[in-house]
């Protein structure tokens, strides 16, 4: 039997494990933004992340009380912008479908994902999720969430 898995908001405690994922060099290929991010820095951004929840919400899941992974929602114009990480050593096992499917279902509003060309795992992830491909950019996949006015309170 798999493991349940939950999540939970992120804390300022949760800063350093979040600066080794973000750091790390798939992560990095992953982001808009490939520079590796300093102590300093990731310290102003995560307590002005968690200081807004009608902006910006972070979530560390679990499993067993371990930390696998995490995910992120940003306020856009009328839509949230959902990203996901998995821990480095949980890759491959499944753990970002099962947050996903998870994250999903606390919104009611629609939702959107953008995933790099290439980033075949992730692209999987979103389909599976129930994400459908709207438009493509610059090497960018961006995926809507089509049927979030159907989910239930
Ligand atoms: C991308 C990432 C989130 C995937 O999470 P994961 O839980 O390790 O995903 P898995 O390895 O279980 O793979 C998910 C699916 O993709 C498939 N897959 C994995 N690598 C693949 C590849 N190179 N080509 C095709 N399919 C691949 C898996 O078989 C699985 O398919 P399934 O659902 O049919 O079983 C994780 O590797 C990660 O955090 N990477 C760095 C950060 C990142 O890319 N974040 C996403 C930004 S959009």
């Known amino acids: 039997m798999t493991d349940s898995l939950s999540l ?11 600066l080794l994922w973000r750091n790390d060099p798939d992560t990095r290929q992953a982001s808009h933004n490939t520079d590796e991010v300093t102590l300093a820095s990731h310290l102003v951004w995560l307590e ?17 009380g371990v930390a696998v992974g995490t995910c992120r929602a940003d306020r856009m114009a009328g839509v949230w912008e ?5 821990a480095p050593e949980a890759r491959g096992k499944g753990v970002a479908h099962r947050m996903l499917s998870k994250l999903v279902l606390y919104f009611k509003e629609p939702l959107v994902a953008q995933v790099k060309i290439g980033n075949m ?29 159907f989910r239930a309170d």
Do not use: C, H
């Not at 939970?8 to 979040?18: C, F, K, Q, T, Y």
């Not at 002005?48 to 067993?64: F, G, M, P, Q, Y």
């Not at 795992?121 to 006015?149: C, H, T």
């Open 121 to 149: 795992a992730s692209i999987k992830v979103a389909e599976r999720a129930g994400f459908v491909l709207d438009k493509q950019e610059q090497g960018v996949l961006f995926y809507v969430y089509p049927n979030a006015s």
């Open 82 to 86: 959902l990203s996901w990480t998995v």
């Open 8 to 18: 939970r908001p992120v804390e300022m405690a949760d800063a350093d494990l979040l």
């Open 48 to 64: 002005s992340s968690l200081s807004d929840l009608s902006k910006r919400r972070l979530w560390i899941a679990e499993v067993n």
